[in-house]
């Protein structure tokens, strides 16, 4: 059960989408008050049918998509006794990571003094243990000897919380990294904020040492994990559904020094956030990174935007649109290391779904000729080497990389395996079955249109 179209697709692929038993939920939002979980202040959402609202609002944890990471609940209007809320605080303090970040910076300084021989990282804790630990850890595998170089790419010494339906990590191959970091470059920024995106921030960092590098990083991410490789001012344990901070004020003044663009050094925001996740809860935490940026100028910055690249699979285009709506989405397709279905198109593996939404001008994002991608001059942006012009859409049309043909019914172009269907009135798949569009959309439940074309495609 769950969700069934987007959110189906990327459960089977391992990237849950937060549904919830029953499908038909609606987030509503953060709410002023709400109570937290140890993820933070939980969010709002209520049972939907049919479209509609029926029900009791309650709250639920922001973060986790698997009621078994986080099984928080409370109805909206329920009263919760003074030794129920002394019990959740005392559940949320011991839900805290077994070290502080404070103390993850002395222990690694510490770590980084012992000779290689006395290097051990246990994999069972997924920590870097000093000398006197080792007795505690004595029947958990761990492995030796762990070099500089090793220290400087976490994302590899950990592994990826992929089964976890909360972190959903997926992690750039180095291609696809390597183009982001140049990207960058070359459109002369100087900072990122790197939002769940540890490979690019840990790539930025190795090579900080570098003299002529002067590309600085800060993650923003809710794996824990990586303070044990990175200062304060490098990470910041952060929730990316709800906006929080877990280390409190201290941790947000980190990150508003570091959007202040001192010395005109240019930010940019890169986020690939889980892909199953709740858009509109995304996007309301990016809107108060950008107010924050935004907040660092004495004069104001009201009629710009803090430059933004989102990494989302492109199916979610009309829902990113629908809170930015000044963002385009890019054809580059970006590749995982470890998701087999999203490595690049070549040599006849899946071709990625994911791609790049930016606020930047479309024409400035320069997509590497030698993959395939071309300049369109009419539509002023590189395209996908299969993506054909439409002279009756006026743009470069297709989606998902191949060519799209035009359908005079349905005025647009359409997917190359689509066919015109007279009973549904769109395009569709020829092995289709009609839908009655009155019995209303399979997953959104409202009436007007079917689940092809449904405006929500994320699970809400
Ligand atoms: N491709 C990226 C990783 C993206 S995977 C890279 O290679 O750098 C998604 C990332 O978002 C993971 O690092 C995961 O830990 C983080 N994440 C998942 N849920 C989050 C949340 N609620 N808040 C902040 N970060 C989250
Ligand atoms: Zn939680
Ligand atoms: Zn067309
Ligand atoms: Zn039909
Ligand atoms: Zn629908």
Sequence with gaps: EGCREAGGKMAASGAGGL??????????GAAAGAPSCPHGPALLFVKTSQGKEEGRRFYACSACRDRKDCNFFQWEDEKVSETRLAAREEYNRNHQPPFTHRQNVERYKNFVLLPLSKRRFCQECQQLLLPAEWEKHSDHQFLCDISTAQ??????????????????????????????????????????????????????????????????????????????????DEFCHYNMFNHYFFGGEAARETCRKFLYQGNGERVIMVTDPPFGGLVE????????????????????????????????????????????????????????????????????RRQSPVRIFTNLTPSMIVLPVAEGYRFCTICQRYVSS?????????????????????CVLCKKCVKPSWFHCNNCNCCALQSHTCEKTDAGCFVCGKAGHKRSTCPSLSCT
Aim: glycine letters at 6%; a positive charge; proline letters at 4%.
């Design 19 to 28: 549904c919830r038993p029953g499908a038909g939920v609606a987030l509503l």
């Design 151 to 232: 220290l400087k790419s976490p994302s590899q010494l950990l592994y990826p919380l992929e089964n976890k339906k909360t972190n959903a990590q997926y992690l750039f191959a180095d291609r696809s990294c390597q183009f982001l970091l140049d990207l960058i470059i070359d459109l002369g920024f100087r900072r990122v904020l790197s939002v769940g995106t540890p490979r690019l921030h840990e790539m930025i960092q190795s090579k900080a040492s570098q003299e002529d590098f002067r590309v600085r990083s800060l993650l923003l991410d809710i794996d824990f994990r990586y303070s044990q490789f990175y200062t304060e």
């Design 281 to 348: 809860a995304l996007a309301s935490s990016f809107k108060k990174l950008i107010a924050m940026w935004k907040e660092t100028e004495e004069e104001g910055r009201n009629n710009q935007e803090m430059p933004m690249f989102w990494i989302f699979p492109y199916f979610f285009e009309s829902r990113i649109l629908e809170f930015f709506p000044g963002f385009s989405m890019m054809d580059y397709q970006v590749d995982y290391d470890n998701h087999a279905l999203y490595k690049h198109g070549k040599t006849g």
């Design 386 to 406: 299969g993506n054909k012009h439409c002279e009756i859409c006026n743009s470069c049309t297709s989606k998902d990389g191949r060519r799209w043909k035009h």
